[in-house]
């Protein structure tokens, strides 16, 4: 790993209570959270085609996501659980995506930022539904998903490098750390990602 995102605020136990206590709303959260997080890899390629760099391994967390998605799928079908006609609208999200920097170079570094900082904070809590879910299979399942979204996490800044000097990624990097933790601890538990 490139760089080590430390988050500065840890999920409470009481985040991982609420989940567990509706297991169905969490999938189908889960899922839609995938759907999205392959659609955003997508989008960074569409807004910067130019960027040759980060093409290919866009386009594998793109499919890995969408990998994610369809098993999470494969779980809630086969418990008759049906993908949610609408969802609350992923405020953690909106507010991380509203401190990003206007101007096109500035922008995209503080979304790829963003994102990193999004895929460990999945990690930690996929972690913490592997640690305590009870069911043997999910458990796996979830053991499984948080490696991964750990390592998609080192990826976007990685992918940085080759545009923007290590200084620079680190100071938004450290700047994002701080607002993602205020974000997250001022939001309620829910049976959601976020
Ligand atoms: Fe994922
Ligand atoms: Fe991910």
Same mark, same amino acid.
């Given at each position: 790993?490139?760089?080590?995102?430390e988050l500065r605020?840890?999920?409470?136990?009481?985040?991982? %209570?609420?989940?567990?206590? %509706?297991?169905?709303?969490?999938?189908?959260?889960? #899922?839609?959270?995938?759907?999205?997080? =392959?659609?955003?890899?997508?989008?960074?390629?569409?807004?910067?085609?130019?960027? @040759?760099?980060?093409?290919?391994?866009?386009?594998?967390? #793109?499919?890995?996501?969408?990998?994610?998605?369809?098993?999470?799928?494969?779980?809630? %079908? =086969? /418990?008759?659980?049906?993908?949610?006609?609408?969802?609350?609208?992923?405020?953690?999200?909106?507010?991380?995506?509203?401190?990003?920097?206007?101007?096109?170079?500035?922008?995209?570094?503080?979304?790829m930022v963003v #994102?990193?900082?999004?895929?460990?904070?999945?990690?930690?809590?996929?972690?913490?539904?592997?640690?305590?879910?009870?069911?043997v299979d999910l458990? /796996?399942?979830? !053991?499984?998903?948080?490696?991964?979204?750990?390592?998609? =996490?080192? @990826?976007?800044?990685?992918?940085?490098?080759?545009?923007?000097?290590?200084?620079?990624?680190?100071?938004?990097?450290?700047?994002?750390? !701080?607002?993602?933790?205020?974000?997250? /601890? =001022?939001?309620?538990?829910?049976? #959601?990602?976020?």
């Amino acid at each position: 790993m490139e760089f080590e995102v430390e988050l500065r605020w840890k999920t409470p136990q009481e985040w991982v %209570d609420a989940v567990l206590a %509706d297991l169905p709303s969490f999938l189908q959260d889960h #899922a839609d959270c995938e759907r999205k997080a =392959s659609s955003m890899a997508m989008s960074f390629i569409a807004k910067c085609p130019d960027r @040759v760099e980060m093409i290919p391994e866009l386009i594998e967390i #793109a499919l890995e996501e969408l990998v994610h998605f369809k098993l999470v799928y494969e779980v809630m %079908d =086969s /418990k008759g659980i049906a993908l949610p006609k609408q969802l609350e609208s992923d405020n953690y999200i909106a507010q991380l995506i509203k401190k990003c920097r206007s101007g096109l170079n500035e922008r995209l570094l503080d979304r790829m930022v963003v #994102a990193s900082i999004v895929e460990a904070r999945g990690a930690e809590r996929f972690r913490m539904v592997a640690e305590n879910i009870e069911d043997v299979d999910l458990k /796996k399942f979830y !053991d499984m998903l948080w490696k991964s979204e750990f390592k998609h =996490s080192d @990826v976007f800044l990685r992918l940085a490098l080759s545009y923007w000097p290590r200084e620079t990624i680190h100071q938004r990097l450290n700047y994002f750390l !701080d607002e993602e933790a205020i974000i997250c /601890k =001022s939001l309620p538990f829910r049976a #959601a990602l976020h």
